[in-house]
């Protein structure tokens, strides 16, 4: 049954297994805390979470006190601060005065708690114990022993959740230690979460390690496009380039995790950009207009408009962007010549990673669009000769065709269309290159492999000529004598939730933070 208790004068209902520091947080009360984390064991080891309890005598720690009926809870009273004040002390005896070159600064637990309480002057004058500095743990992760304060987040993380237990605690008194069983690295598929579970600078990332200060950093909300089940993400970034991705909680889809592949995704937002429209000259492909590009395009569609147009795209864009591209295919193509190419399945387990590498295979779908991973009907018309046109989006062209045929393939087309963000095999084969936007530039949802549809977030505009998908379906649809006019991406989804059966009433306010799942789901 649940419970209700009094915190800070505010009177709460906590749920039955609820503890203090659990009835606290869910009622807008935050509770200091190192060692604790709501999606791990309690440990009830850091002490920061202390609170009063009325007819105690003794402090308790909230993390590991259940919630009680009539419970009187206070939080920061004298008694309560003062025993937080000394639990800081004695974190910070050993702790190294590494702030001005540590990269948690700006958001570690140590430094925002000794502010909060104002501990200003150490008593403690003998020798700091040292312990091992800058420690290879694995292909990108890094411990500093000086600044562990030993809440055991990182081992129960590969203990409870990897289920790797490649860390563990050694040696005992003011010389234990957190570090790798012998023999063992901190390799496994999740292993950069444990620099996101350390509350202070003692895990840090090779990637990210001195790279830019955080308070530089600004932040967007968005969804991982790595594989299907689009993990909640936020993106850190700074002026139009971004530093590093952080899990976002959703309980419903990657609860505070994400794996190291999508972490380090996003790099392919930085680097190997196509951000300039091109156009085939004699042997080469030069820098053009956007209009001159589009045009060129649209004329080669419109010229062989039907079953001379082939299109293939990989399940890349957004709900939006499929939408618009369904529309134009159907002015363009035939439903025989349109394929969205998700790829061979790549690895998966049965924690978060999924086979399938692409954001929005189940958006596609529900739009209607015809999903395969076998390109060869497509490749044998272009033999045959019937297919003229092919218009690749965001497509790895040597996977589908085979990294020997693309250059014969190109040879038998008319035009070529390559759509892309970012450099991709059969590139240079291509007689037009439109660029387009990533994730990070753009509005827009996804739809992962539950159905649920979520939202992502321009982190900034995009670069160079680079467009959102569906500007790029929208100019092409215009230059065909199509009316298409579309304000937004948010005015794309109001008509395809009331198009599309399955996105009925859907909205990106009720889309939200966290998602809404498919009206057929």
């Known amino acids: 049954m649940p419970k209700k208790l009094t915190i800070d004068g505010k009177k709460i209902t906590a749920r039955d297994d609820a503890t203090i520091i659990q009835a606290a947080y869910e009622a807008g009360i935050t509770i200091p805390h190192y060692c604790y984390h709501p999606k791990l064991s309690i440990a009830g080891n850091c002490r920061m979470c202390l609170v009063e309890l009325e007819g105690r005598p003794k402090l308790e720690i909230s993390c ?54 104002g501990l200003n002057k150490s008593r403690f004058q003998e020798e700091k114990v040292h312990k091992n500095k800058v420690v290879d743990f694995g292909p990108d992760i890094v411990f500093d022993g000086e600044r562990c304060i030993l809440c055991t987040r990182c081992v129960r993380f590969t203990q409870e959740i990897t289920q790797t237990n490649e860390l563990g605690i050694f040696n005992r008194g003011d010389t234990v230690e957190i570090a790798t069983f012998p023999g063992k690295q901190l390799d496994n598929p999740y292993a950069g979460n444990v620099v996101d579970v350390c509350p202070v600078g003692a895990l840090t990332s090779k990637d990210f390690r001195f790279k830019i200060r955080v308070w530089f950093l600004k932040e967007a909300k968005s969804v991982c496009p790595g594989c299907s089940r689009g993990c909640n993400i936020n993106v850190h970034y700074n002026q139009d380039r971004v530093y590093r991705l952080k899990p976002r909680q959703n309980d419903d889809v990657n609860e505070l995790w994400l794996c190291d592949a999508g972490r380090y995704g996003y790099k392919s937002i930085n680097d190997q950009r196509v951000l300039y429209p091109m156009v085939r000259q004699g042997d080469t492909l030069e820098q053009t207009r956007l209009e001159t590009a589009l045009e060129q395009a649209s004329s080669a569609l419109q010229q062989h408009a039907g079953a001379g147009v082939g299109i293939i795209a990989a399940p890349q864009g957004t709900n ?202």
């Open 320 to 521: 939006e962007d499929l939408y618009l591209l369904s529309k134009l295919a159907n002015h363009v193509s035939t439903a025989d010549n349109v394929l969205l190419y998700t790829g061979e399945p790549g690895d998966e387990d049965d924690f978060l990673i999924r086979a399938d590498k692409n954001p929005n295979t189940q958006g596609a779908e529900a739009i209607g669009l015809p999903v395969s991973a076998d390109a060869a009907a497509l490749a044998q018309a272009i033999e045959q000769g019937s297919i003229k046109v092919l218009y690749a989006i965001d497509t790895d062209l040597e996977a589908a065709f085979g990294a020997d045929a693309v250059t014969s393939l190109a040879a038998k087309l008319d035009c070529l269309i390559v759509q892309t963000s970012n450099e991709r095999p059969g590139l240079q084969s291509a007689h037009v290159v439109l660029p387009s936007a990533v994730y990070a530039e753009r509005d827009g949802t996804f739809t992962n492999f539950e159905g649920r549809v979520q939202r992502i977030n321009p982190a900034f505009s995009p670069r160079g000529d680079a467009r959102p998908a569906w500007q790029l379906y929208q100019r092409l649809s215009q230059a065909l004598g199509h009316s298409s006019d579309y304000a937004s991406a948010e005015a794309i989804l109001t008509e395809l939730a009331t198009e599309i059966p399955a996105f009925g009433g859907m909205s990106y306010a009720k889309v939200g933070d966290l998602g809404q799942v498919l009206a057929s789901q």
């Open 64 to 117: 590991n006190t259940q919630a009680a009926d009539d419970m009187v809870v206070f939080t920061n009273s004298d008694r309560v601060i003062e025993g937080r004040r000394g639990v800081l002390e004695f974190l910070l005896i050993n702790h190294p005065l590494d702030c001005p070159i540590c990269d948690q600064a700006g958001e570690c637990g140590l430094q925002d708690y000794y502010m909060q309480y």
